[in-house]
């Protein structure tokens, strides 16, 4: 071979070496650009599961309040409801109690008005006393108890005064005599006592 095929052969490969270094940096290039758009894929998946993972987590959130506030109110409902079946059973009997008071009342004026020295008249006296008291005992035990506040001070909310009388023997709004008796069911004025009050 003559030196001139030698120069031209070398030209040939430093060309293709050449061309191999240009095609190899071209696919590292394309490698880098792959590598970034993958990389920008994924930075935009990431955002995207973070703003749908923010997104349930509010929703979660909202639902947790709704239902705290659902059993905070059921919780009050059924406390409203135990409190007005308990007032309703307290005060169930309060209309029959103030029909049952002028019989109280009238057995007690029958005791006043007999005449106890009377033998004949003893007997049926007795028999009347006996039902007063079986009388009071029994609607005490459903809670219906006795307003007599002859000699206490006088409280509008149990009392109310029939007139007000100036008196030595008696203390300044001090009960002097009761008219009429008044009566209370479980802590509810069915009745108040009618009173006279000392000046």
Do not use: C
Request: glycine share 4%; proline share 3%.
């Amino acid at each position: 071979m003559s030196e001139q095929e030698n120069k031209i052969n070398e030209e040939e490969l430093q060309q293709q070496e050449t061309a191999e270094e240009v095609e190899a940096v071209g696919s590292d290039a394309d490698i880098d650009w792959n590598e970034e758009s993958e990389q920008d894929e994924t930075e935009s998946k990431i955002a995207q599961l973070e703003a749908a993972l923010l997104s349930s987590e509010a929703k979660i959130k909202e639902q947790q309040d709704s239902v705290l506030r659902a059993k905070a109110e059921v919780d009050n409902m059924r406390r409203r409801s135990e409190q007005e079946v308990d007032k309703a059973r307290k005060y169930a009997l309060n209309k029959f109690a103030e029909e049952l008071l002028p019989v109280i009342d009238n057995l007690e004026r029958a005791i006043l008005a007999a005449d106890k020295e009377s033998e004949a008249v003893k007997p049926l006296l007795e028999g009347v006393e006996m039902t007063h008291n079986s009388f009071v005992t029994t609607v005490a035990k459903f809670g219906l108890k006795e307003i007599n506040p002859e000699g206490e001070a006088f409280n509008p909310e149990f009392h109310q005064a029939m007139s007000i009388q100036e008196s030595a023997d008696h203390e300044s709004n001090t009960v002097m005599m009761v008219m009429q008796k008044g009566y209370e069911l479980n802590g509810r004025v069915v009745r108040p006592a009618m009173v006279m009050v000392a000046k």
